[in-house]
């Protein structure tokens, strides 16, 4: 392996601690090396906390090393005041000679303005290390910034025989599909997403909480789509154990394709990404609008018989796992 895409490589490897906690900002990953020595790591903090870059420098024991050192980063480093400094203006004051980064941000507060801003101090610049992979792991980052929508993750439990739930049920709960270790993980999704997303239909039939329960992390925000904002306000979605927004005519045209109008509700109130867990309508909307990034889809070792059909989709399917007694496929929209 190439030594350049052997510390970014690390660089991704280590961003990913701060899956979940770092949103607005990107979740970034940074390394330095001296004479081909890891040197210093660093994440980006939990939200208002210091940058990737700034907890690797500070992480350098030795700092007179840093004037002979070479940083590698996910991401073009910050040219602009945020909650914290310019990260490219502690890299020039550190006398870092020697800069390697995965991918520009496109951020238009930043977009190549890091990399001037270095490359005018005499820094030796080098862009576009695993570029890809750097990209795909920003990827709620750029959608959000580009696309100005949230990353959206369709999630759904279905049957060997194709459906997702019972026709009829006697009691307001969820039926379970999936065995224990499945929904364990699924709690540990929501802990890395922005946000959860159900319609009103899986509200009065499931009551569901929503929440993180069986994973330690914080709590997605929960969106329920009520076009008549008529849920009552004593059902587990409006409990106190995390926010709730509600999206109803008053943030929406019923009478036009809502996906869109959704996406675009969730935008205005910064919400990066989003994972839809059902029901089979909400999901098949997203669907037909063309409006996902990536589907992750758990068939359990039962049969209904009868009962709602999954939802239809075309994707390409990048992973399958076994857990146990389910089976896990993840798909990206292409």
């Known amino acids: 392996m190439k030594i350049h895409e052997k510390y970014i490589k690390r660089c991704i490897e280590i961003a990913k601690n701060g899956l979940g906690t770092t949103r607005p900002n990107p979740m970034v990953g940074c390394v330095i090396t001296h004479n081909n020595h890891i040197i210093g790591e ?5 939200y208002g906390g210091a940058h990737a870059e700034v907890n690797a420098i500070t992480s350098v024991k030795d700092q007179s090393l840093l004037k002979k050192a070479t940083l590698y980063v996910t ?35 930043v977009a190549g303005k890091g990399i001037e801003k ?27 910034h580009n696309k100005q929508r949230p990353y959206i993750i369709l999630k759904w439990a279905q049957t060997e025989d ?7 049920k006697t009691e307001q709960k969820p039926v379970w599909i999936t065995n224990t270790y499945s929904r364990q993980l699924t709690h540990k999704w929501r802990t890395e997403e922005h946000a959860i997303l159900v ?76 994972i839809i867990e059902g029901g089979s309508k909400t999901l098949q909307t997203f669907i037909d609008d063309n409006l996902w990034d990536e589907a992750r889809i758990f068939t359990g070792n039962v049969q209904f018989k009868t009962g709602i059909k999954a939802p239809e989709f075309s994707g390409t399917l990048i992973s ?12 990206t929209n292409d």
């Not at 660093?42 to 939990?46: A, D, I, Q």
């Open 199 to 274: 319609g009103y239909n899986t509200v009065m039939a499931d009551n569901p909480n929503l929440t993180a329960r069986d994973w330690a992390g914080q709590h997605p925000i929960r969106v329920v789509v009520d076009k008549t904002n008529t849920l009552q306000k004593d059902l587990n979605i409006f409990n106190s154990d995390a926010e709730t927004i509600v999206i109803s005519e008053s943030d929406i045209n019923v009478n036009q394709p809502i996906a869109k109008q959704i996406c675009n509700a969730l935008y205005e109130r910064d919400i990066q990404s989003v």
């Open 75 to 109: 991401l073009e480093p910050c040219s602009h005041y945020g909650k914290t400094p310019p990260c490219s203006d502690l890299i020039i004051e550190k006398g870092i000679p020697n800069v390697i980064i995965g991918t520009v941000d496109t951020h238009n507060k």
């Open 162 to 168: 194709g459906f997702i739930a019972p026709k009829t």
């Open 42 to 46: 660093g994440f980006t903090s939990p």
């Open 118 to 144: 270095l490359k005018n101090a005499g820094c030796n610049v080098t862009v576009g290390i695993l570029e890809h992979e750097c990209q795909k792991h920003h990827k709620r980052f750029f959608t959000f």
């Open 320 to 331: 399958q796992e076994n857990i146990f007694t389910d089976t896990l496929r993840t798909y």
